[in-house]
């Protein structure tokens, strides 16, 4: 089983909240990774990071940050939560050289009032 | 640009029966090819992938999937459909670059039911 771990699993806030979705993995993985996943659309990658103090936006605009000051930990902020950020979001972690073999956490799902 | 095209959101099969899920994709370069599996509540889990070694690749569960350059084609089987197999099924396409990663882009998945 894969050990990477996402909290909380489900988040309700209100808007203007400023939210944090953890994401920590014991694999020793240098790259880990966020996801944005709705109903029936494609996982779409929003930051990614190749290791430590090294953080990227990725294909899908988004106005959440990243920070990556530990190997195992990959935390998403967003300062002031809106309706539109309500999704669920995907923790992923890999090593270099295993291209694609990610391993990913079981999510959070935020909502937001 | 790369790209993956799942056919059909939704499929259903009887248990017992043949599985295929469909999946073309698009690459300009020689593309590394994944299967996921997401069951309910959960993260995706890597069932299998195509790195340019054998054309046909087999993965975890029982399923396998054949590569087809002519075809532009991944498409997923497994001969006999099981109640656990009720899932969601992403398939997803890399660039295959010498010595570096890439990122990997994933289709939009095919929700398998399975009929008793």
């Known amino acids: 089983e894969a050990d990477i771990y996402q909290t909380p699993r489900y988040l309700v806030i209100g808007t203007g909240k400023k939210i944090t979705l953890e994401c920590s993995q014991t694999?020793?993985?240098?790259?880990m990774y966020w996801y944005q996943q709705d109903p029936g659309m494609e996982l779409h990658l929003i930051h990614y990071?190749?290791?430590?103090?090294?953080?990227e936006k990725g294909d899908l605009s988004s106005e959440s940050t990243v920070s990556r000051i530990r190997t195992e930990h990959f935390p998403l902020t967003l300062e002031s939560a809106r309706p539109s950020h309500t999704s669920q979001y995907l923790c992923?972690?890999?090593?270099?050289?295993?291209?694609?073999?990610?391993?990913f956490g079981e999510g959070s799902r935020l909502t937001v009032l | 640009a790369q790209s993956v095209t799942q056919l059909g959101s939704h499929v259903s099969v009887s248990e017992g029966a043949l599985v295929l899920l469909r999946c073309n994709y698009s690459s300009s370069v020689p593309p590394y090819l994944f299967w996921y599996v997401q069951y309910p509540n959960q993260g995706l889990q890597l069932l299998l992938k195509y790195t340019s070694a054998a054309t046909l690749v087999k993965g975890i569960n029982g399923f396998e999937a054949e590569f087809k350059k002519s075809e532009t084609s991944f498409h997923l089987t497994k001969p006999s459909a099981h109640m656990s197999d009720a899932a969601e099924y992403f398939c997803a396409v890399s660039r295959a670059v010498m010595n570096r990663d890439d990122k990997i882009i994933f289709g939009k998945g095919t929700r398998l039911h399975i009929l008793p």
């Open positions: 990071s190749y290791g430590v103090n090294s953080t």
């Open positions: 694999m020793g993985h240098d790259k």
């Open positions: 992923a972690s890999s090593m270099s050289g295993k291209t694609g073999e990610l391993f």
